[in-house]
């Protein structure tokens, strides 16, 4: 989720409990919501979720991008591995539209063109972004965080004008439950180890649904026993969602694809190989530019 999307959601969750406080009714103002990308259903017929192709993003004449080119498959759970440097965080910052890419497509299922969407209207597609530093609100329960990413939903927050609905209610138990926090629930999210805050994120970004999601580094700093569990949630939400993990802990990277799926190593800001874990740690290149370190 990005910074502008959970204010948005925290000062929509303020206005919210305000009427709920003053009157206790919901309002006809839900119609200045979710307008602004309709018709933007992301069409994976074609087994396609992300497709990069020919990516360059040049800072100052260096090229963090160089003709990256890369294809995700609807539900496919892939794991980006390669040195400090090589492009990872770029590629995700070109993906959610942070940063726009000098040449290149880059399109979400076959038909949105992401070059062309804003940032905030990336997110409400179905592409969630998880950064490195988890960014929770430390002053509310696990509870209220969870309950604020879906406020930040432009699809649901006209219904939060009202009251969370049964299935809102279901649907934050059932997050809970699958990122190990229900017994935290009423927990102030500050109080929470690094590992369970990372946790917290993910719900949040779970809490809107998204098809598509990008991890960066999402176990650093996690416990060994943390790091087993998040493989855990993620291999739980593989096929539902596509997924896109930047990781440089090869033994949760090896957890993750369970000894056959694809990996992929980028270098110098473009696909280094492709292939199995084994496969791409047996490339003398690999080794050379990565796992020789
Ligand atoms: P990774 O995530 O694989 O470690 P990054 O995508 O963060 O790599 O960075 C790729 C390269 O681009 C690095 O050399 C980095 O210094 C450079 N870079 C990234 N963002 C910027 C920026 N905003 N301005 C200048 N250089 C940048
Ligand atoms: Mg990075």
Known sequence: ?????????????????????VDGSSGGRSASFGRLVQG?????????????DDITVSFDGFKALNALSLAVNVGELRCIIGPNGAGKTTMMDVITGKTRPDLGTASFGANIDLLRLRENDIAQIGIGRKFQKPTVYEQLSVFENLELALAADRRVRASLFSRLTGTQLDRIGE???LIH???????????????QKQWLEIGMLLMQDPKLLLLDEPVAGMTDEETERTAELFLSLEGQHS???????????DQLTEGWKKVTVLHEGRVLAEGTLAEVQANEQVVEVYLGR
């Open 175 to 177: 997050v809970m439950t």
């Open 243 to 253: 997924l896109v993990v930047v990781e440089h802990d090869m033994k949760f990277v």
């Open 40 to 52: 933007h259903e992301p069409d994976f017929a074609h087994g396609v979720a992300l497709y990069l």
């Open 181 to 195: 926090l229900a017994p935290e629930a009423q927990r102030t999210a500050g109080l929470l180890s690094h590992g």
């Open 1 to 21: 989720m990005t910074p502008e999307l959970q204010e948005a959601g925290a000062a929509a969750l303020a206005r919210w409990r305000e009427k709920q406080a």
